[in-house]
């Protein structure tokens, strides 16, 4: 009886202990299972909000690029709109030969798709299809879209027109935002998509003025086509950018809408996400089933996911970032980047001047058709890395485009040390350049140079400036540098077509492609 007595009270322990081992196992397996439940519904919201969150950052580079887009039509309109000679020729007098030289300017040189000229009393006088310019009058009725943006710049104009002897003038557009005194969107015309810029013909010395009443309108346009969208997706390198004009959007693909003045959908532009493509479940899996194994590595299997999102998220965003401000093939900064700093540099004159160096290579077209686009790559990475390394940590280079670039300058802006400067970048340029075929390229560098604030302390003036500056180095002969305060007064800028031979045939080709 006794040993029976002990061994009943050895068994009744040993049960004991195996429930409680397995209400342990049952209770870890419980709680194993509702932490992987947790740690994959932390996952799904992870993966969902770090894919909303790119997405919006996609979305708001985009719209920063677009606005960009917007904003240039309207500053090349104003080589044409603000002007006495283009008020006696468009709105005091009408004058066919005028309108033809100013449509194929901004067909030829910034390639406007289609322009159009609309009279004060609602009246298109003209209109250009490609290269061809149509002299006629019918009402602008006709075209209820049109005529919607022509109400709504009147009443812009209205607010920005001043009395001035002998009619009337407008406010000075310096230092104004476009949307104050220019009508920019979207619009379809000739049954296409195109985003506009609409700007009403006003005096820029007042040796003109305006009549009373509503004001001549220059419209222009640039179709939604595969150019322009290469020329957007160049700053963005989204993956699949197309712009679809169907009502249906796909729900899978980001996207965003746009409509015209009246709120009519236009179409949307449309891209393919890679944070939305990207899933992070194959990395989430083993890590729940390393927690299945033990708790405590389930705990630092949390902590390291977390701390792996945050690096994807915060890599996501500094690779997106790097994209929105540099150009893809140089390497170097891109339009916006340079927009940022000029407008950081305007903000800190007079204190610490700068100079705007606009450098436009020399020949360049005749080493694509001679050699190939590849050949010419190779020509922009060369050509990029020379003036950065003449440039080297005293100011910003900047591709804004095809073979264009931009310099902002801080060291000194004397114009010995400056003249010193582009010497050196045009003789860096012009050495020669080895191609991967065995062959060589040799280019030239013209400049154009303008001064803040000795020139101007507008952004988009001394951009303007400098362009102009620009325009009279390649009219000169190329290969050289000029300064604005040397460009003789009433010249502000030589259109391409003034300029001689095969060169002005290979800038008027590079700005229409463009």
Not at 210 to 220: F, K, M, R, Y
Request: hydrophobic share 40%.
């Amino acid at each position: 009886m006794t040993e029976f007595r002990r061994r009943y009270s050895d068994q009744a322990p040993k049960l004991a202990r195996q429930h409680i081992s397995r209400l342990a196992f049952l209770l870890a397996a419980l709680l194993i299972a509702v932490t992987s439940v947790s740690l994959m519904f932390v996952g799904f919201v992870a993966t969902r909000a770090s894919t909303q969150q790119a997405i919006e950052n996609e979305k708001r580079l985009f719209q920063s690029v677009l606005s960009d887009q917007l904003r240039a039509i309207v500053r090349e309109q104003i080589r044409v709109t603000s002007s006495d000679t283009s008020v006696e020729k468009l709105v005091r007098s009408f004058s066919p030969d005028y309108v033809q030289s100013s449509f194929d300017r901004l067909w030829t040189v910034y390639g406007h798709s289609k322009i159009m000229l609309i009279s004060g009393g609602g009246k298109v006088l003209a209109e250009s299809f490609e290269d061809y310019t149509h002299i006629i009058e019918r009402p602008l009725g006709e075209v209820p879209e049109l005529q919607t943006i022509a109400d709504k710049l009147n009443s812009k104009y209205a607010m920005n027109r001043v009395r001035v002897p002998g009619g009337y003038g407008h406010l000075s557009l310096q230092g104004s935002d476009p949307e104050t005194y220019a009508m920019m969107g979207f619009v379809r015309i000739d049954g296409k998509p195109a985003l506009y810029g609409a700007m009403p013909v006003i005096p820029d010395k007042f040796e003109k003025t305006l009549p009373d009443g509503p004001p001549t309108i220059l419209l222009s346009a640039r179709y939604i086509d595969d150019a322009l969208l290469k020329t957007i997706n160049s700053q963005l390198d989204f993956a699949g950018f197309s712009f679809s004009e169907s009502a249906t959007l796909s729900a899978e693909v980001p996207s965003l809408p746009v409509a015209n003045e009246s709120g009519v959908p236009v179409g949307a532009f449309q891209w393919d996400s890679d944070s939305a493509s990207t899933s992070l479940w194959p990395t989430i899996i083993p890590v729940i089933a390393l927690l299945s194994v033990a708790l405590a590595a389930m705990a630092f299997g949390i902590a390291w996911r977390i701390g792996q999102l945050t690096s994807s998220l915060q890599a996501s965003e500094r690779q997106n970032r790097f994209l929105a401000l540099h150009d893809t093939l140089s390497g170097l900064g891109n339009r916006l980047l340079f927009n940022r700093v000029m407008e950081t540099s305007v903000k800190e004159l007079p204190d610490k001047s700068f100079a705007v160096l606009h450098c436009d290579l020399d020949k360049f077209k005749l080493v694509n058709d001679t050699y190939g686009h590849a050949a010419g790559d190779t020509v922009i990475k060369t050509v990029a890395t020379r003036l950065q390394e003449v440039i080297g940590n005293h100011g910003l280079v900047c591709r804004i485009g095809g073979d264009e670039f931009m310099v902002i300058y801080r060291k000194a802006t004397s114009r010995n040390h400056l003249s010193s400067l582009c010497g050196d970048l045009i003789s860096s340029v012009h050495n020669p350049i080895a191609l991967s075929d065995g062959n060589t390229a040799q280019v030239g560098l013209s400049i154009g140079i303008a001064l803040a604030p000795d020139d101007g302390t507008d952004p988009e003036q001394i951009i303007c400036l400098a362009d102009a500056a620009l325009y009279h180095s390649k009219a000169l002969g190329r290969s050289r540098y000029t300064f604005h305060s040397d460009v003789p007064a009433g010249n502000g800028g030589t259109p391409a077509e003034t300029l001689s031979g095969h060169d002005a045939q290979e800038d008027a080709q590079r700005e229409r492609s463009a």
